[in-house]
């Protein structure tokens, strides 16, 4: 088995890229998965796994192959393991994985589809926390509009906890999404202060997808032009916005009250 002990070898500075930037990540088609429920997690979500890495004072080979019995496997010391690990707990394993084609063309929806859509989310704790909701409430699909962050970056996986490879993801513009959702005939409520009607007053059981954007813009005007309809949720305090992870969410489990969950 391989055998890695230093930072300088040419293949852990090539994962090092792979943390720090995403045109690495975009070129190789792989990204870094830290933790073992990570991983788990990961492969039962169709990632394929190119190759483990394990500290073997806190990760044994065993477990290591428990987790992917049929890739690689490089052992390495304790300073390859600090440089590559993003966070202090990673129960001593990292993977290389492939990243997945982020289509529209690829989303394989249910007849009655329930879709979360935010346009331009900039914060990776936040599109981490919208994907933990999706997953909470079992979406069809997630769809990023006009993509600030690539999906693949460490921070994103690492507050996603999982939830990056458990939703169906796909990212496009703001016309392209416009377009998929009209040619299959869901309709798309846009959660906007300008001339909107209540959240709670529309009904959600058919086809439906669910568009916030960020805390500080909104969406833009072409969204709140095409809407089926522009919602809102009531605030009665001094502010007009909330975190967008927790208005998405509201919206969303309005709808699978609808549902009936």
Known sequence: ???????????????????????????????LIEGKREISIAIKGGYEIETLLFLPEICSE???????????LIEINKDVFQKLAYRDTTEGI?????????QLSDLKLSENPLILVAEAPEKPGNIGALLRTADAANLDAVIIANPKSDLYNPNIVRSSVGCLFTNQIATGTTSEIIAFLKERKINF??????????????????????VVGTEATGLTEEWRKEATQNIIIPMQGEIDSMNVSVAAAILIFEAKRQRGF
């Open 1 to 31: 088995m391989k055998q890695i002990t230093s930072i300088q070898n040419p293949y852990i500075k090539s994962l090092v890229l792979l943390q720090e930037k995403a045109k690495a990540r975009k070129q190789s088609g792989t990204f």
């Open 62 to 72: 065993t477990e290591a192959r428990k987790l992917s019995s049929n890739t690689e």
């Open 94 to 102: 990292l993977a290389v994985a492939k990243t997945k084609s982020l």
């Open 189 to 210: 409520y846009c959660a906007t202060l300008q001339n909107s009607t209540s959240y709670h007053t529309q009904d959600y059981t058919t086809p439906t997808a669910l």
